[in-house]
């Protein structure tokens, strides 16, 4: 399916600028102690997903922010304009913001195992997150998905994926460890994870 | 706070009144920076080199986190960098305000706002930062807030100072700001930075010209407002942000 043509706005964008190298005073850290939480700790349900992000040297890069936004295990959003109402999971944020203060790569976030959605012309979304990476040397933010390599029957039918050449959906299967997932981020190199033009 | 209170708190984030597109416009490739820009070193091996899969926005990419006044530590003085320490931070004490608006002109309310800089002699308060210049006890340099009803954000803070980095042999970033938008939809998240007009290193900075589109730069930096000012206390700099706005087809009807 081609994109739609880009739409003629009264009012450009703001354009985008890379988020640098010192975010973590103002985006994570101290001013907001619980921003990989998408639900409280100990929420019923609660599962951890994380994993590592590498540049295209296959080096890990400390200074990233991955943020997740999903739908709770009934396919409800923390948003009135998702289907069915808002979510009625308690503290259920659906969003979660991981900025790597320690400098090791890695990035986590708690959150519900989101459940199938409503996906165009009648077809039914995989169980998903929408994932933004941001990082020093990334000028603008670049947008995954992340699904759930435990879900095969319900990715098969899944109208994203099914757009996705066979051999790069692994790339966006995150991979059932104890307590959660797991899954990498590669944003260049052999196993460069799959980014999406939203 | 009782138990019964901070569940009505969080109810008040769902704003019902607030249009809503089903689909957000696409932009124009020259609207962002490209991710691979070879003038900014960084960018080598941290952009993707296989082309984005285009994703029809559907219901995950049209919702987002309504953090609004749900955000569980958003404090009084959270706009205010002045006033978060013991004492006063040194340097030119500013207002920056503005709009918060979508690519039609209607202003975003209620959605969050957060800025992080560098002091008045440009060092960040990051354990990164080993540039030699002072820290000042007195700024941490972050700040949050959220839009009112007209999309309106304001900021009491300190005139960041450029500082210089190692992207190239006397690389200096002009003075800037951070900034962090929500939005309202997934879609429309944006990270990025506010300038200060007239700066005279925009010439050398590849950050800021990795934005090709002169009038595109333009609408990164901040107008001096003297209507703005508070007299005896602030100079002021006005800003408006705009967010990616209603696309031309329901996505319900995209297929
Ligand atoms: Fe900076």
């Given at each position: 399916?081609?994109?739609?043509?880009?739409?003629?706005?009264?009012?450009?964008?703001?354009?985008?600028?890379?988020?640098?190298?010192?975010?973590?005073?103002?985006?994570?850290?101290?001013?907001?102690?619980?921003?990989?939480?998408?639900?409280?700790?100990?929420?019923?349900?609660?599962?951890?997903?994380?994993?590592?992000?590498?540049d295209g040297a296959?080096?890990?890069?400390?200074?990233?922010?991955?943020?997740?936004?999903?739908?709770?295990?009934?396919?409800?959003?923390?948003?009135?304009?998702?289907?069915?109402?808002?979510?009625?999971?308690?503290?259920?944020?659906?969003?979660?913001?991981?900025?790597?203060?320690?400098?090791?790569?890695?990035?986590?976030v708690l959150t519900?195992?989101?459940?199938?959605?409503?996906?165009?012309?009648?077809?039914?979304?995989?169980?998903?997150?929408?994932?933004?990476?941001?990082?020093?040397?990334?000028?603008?933010?670049?947008?995954?998905?992340?699904?759930?390599?435990?879900?095969?029957?319900?990715?098969?039918?899944?109208?994203?994926?099914?757009?996705?050449?066979?051999?790069?959906?692994?790339?966006?299967?995150?991979?059932?460890?104890?307590?959660?997932?797991?899954?990498?981020?590669?944003?260049?190199?052999?196993?460069?994870?799959?980014?999406?033009?939203? | 706070?009782?138990?019964?209170?901070?569940?009505?708190?969080?109810?008040?984030?769902?704003?019902?009144?607030?249009?809503?597109?089903?689909?957000?416009?696409?932009?124009?490739?020259?609207?962002?920076?490209?991710?691979?820009?070879?003038?900014?070193?960084?960018?080598?091996?941290?952009?993707?080199?296989?082309?984005?899969?285009?994703?029809?926005?559907?219901?995950?990419?049209?919702?987002?986190?309504?953090?609004?006044?749900?955000?569980?530590?958003?404090?009084?003085?959270?706009?205010?960098?002045?006033?978060?320490?013991?004492?006063?931070?040194?340097?030119?004490?500013?207002?920056?305000?503005?709009?918060?608006?979508?690519?039609?002109?209607?202003?975003?309310?209620?959605?969050?706002?957060?800025?992080?800089?560098?002091?008045?002699?440009?060092?960040?308060?990051?354990?990164?930062?080993?540039?030699?210049?002072?820290?000042?006890?007195?700024?941490?340099?972050?700040?949050?807030?959220?839009?009112?009803?007209?999309?309106?954000?304001?900021?009491?803070?300190?005139?960041?100072?450029?500082?210089?980095?190692?992207?190239?042999?006397?690389?200096?970033?002009?003075?800037?700001?951070?900034?962090?938008?929500?939005?309202?939809?997934?879609?429309?998240?944006?990270?990025?930075q506010m300038y200060?007009?007239?700066?005279?290193?925009?010439?050398?900075?590849?950050?800021?010209?990795?934005?090709?589109?002169?009038?595109?730069?333009?609408?990164?930096?901040?107008?001096?407002?003297?209507?703005?000012?508070?007299?005896?206390?602030?100079?002021?700099?006005?800003?408006?942000?705009?967010?990616?706005?209603?696309?031309?087809?329901?996505?319900?009807?995209?297929?």
């Amino acid at each position: 399916m081609p994109a739609p043509e880009p739409v003629m706005t009264v009012f450009p964008t703001t354009p985008s600028q890379t988020v640098g190298p010192y975010f973590a005073i103002g985006l994570v850290g101290p001013p907001w102690p619980d921003a990989a939480l998408a639900v409280p700790e100990g929420a019923p349900g609660a599962i951890r997903i994380g994993g590592m992000v590498y540049d295209g040297a296959g080096v890990e890069i400390p200074d990233h922010i991955v943020e997740v936004w999903g739908a709770d295990p009934e396919g409800r959003f923390a948003d009135l304009h998702g289907y069915g109402g808002p979510s009625e999971h308690e503290g259920f944020r659906g969003f979660a913001r991981s900025g790597d203060e320690d400098g090791d790569g890695s990035w986590s976030v708690l959150t519900l195992k989101p459940g199938p959605v409503p996906g165009l012309g009648g077809t039914t979304q995989a169980p998903h997150l929408d994932v933004s990476v941001f990082a020093r040397g990334m000028l603008h933010r670049v947008v995954t998905r992340i699904y759930f390599a435990d879900e095969e029957e319900a990715n098969a039918a899944d109208p994203v994926l099914r757009t996705v050449p066979a051999e790069r959906r692994h790339t966006l299967l995150a991979q059932p460890v104890d307590g959660g997932y797991e899954i990498d981020i590669h944003v260049q190199g052999p196993n460069e994870t799959v980014f999406f033009a939203v | 706070m009782s138990d019964t209170q901070e569940t009505e708190d969080v109810r008040v984030i769902y704003d019902p009144v607030v249009e809503t597109p089903t689909s957000y416009g696409r932009e124009p490739a020259d609207a962002h920076p490209p991710l691979d820009y070879p003038p900014y070193k960084s960018t080598q091996l941290r952009h993707p080199k296989e082309p984005l899969i285009y994703l029809p926005q559907q219901v995950t990419e049209i919702t987002g986190p309504q953090l609004g006044r749900g955000v569980s530590v958003l404090g009084e003085l959270d706009n205010d960098l002045t006033k978060q320490k013991q004492g006063m931070p040194i340097g030119e004490r500013i207002t920056v305000s503005g709009r918060v608006f979508d690519t039609e002109g209607k202003p975003i309310r209620n959605t969050l706002v957060e800025i992080w800089q560098a002091n008045a002699a440009g060092r960040y308060q990051h354990r990164w930062d080993r540039w030699e210049a002072p820290l000042d006890p007195n700024f941490h340099g972050a700040g949050r807030t959220v839009t009112d009803d007209q999309g309106r954000y304001s900021f009491t803070t300190i005139k960041p100072g450029p500082y210089p980095w190692g992207n190239h042999y006397n690389a200096w970033r002009p003075a800037h700001i951070h900034f962090s938008l929500m939005g309202r939809a997934f879609t429309q998240r944006l990270v990025t930075q506010m300038y200060f007009p007239g700066d005279p290193f925009f010439p050398y900075d590849p950050i800021f010209n990795s934005v090709r589109d002169e009038k595109a730069r333009e609408r990164m930096i901040s107008a001096f407002d003297i209507h703005a000012t508070v007299p005896n206390f602030s100079a002021a700099y006005t800003w408006d942000i705009y967010l990616r706005g209603p696309g031309a087809t329901p996505f319900e009807e995209a297929f």
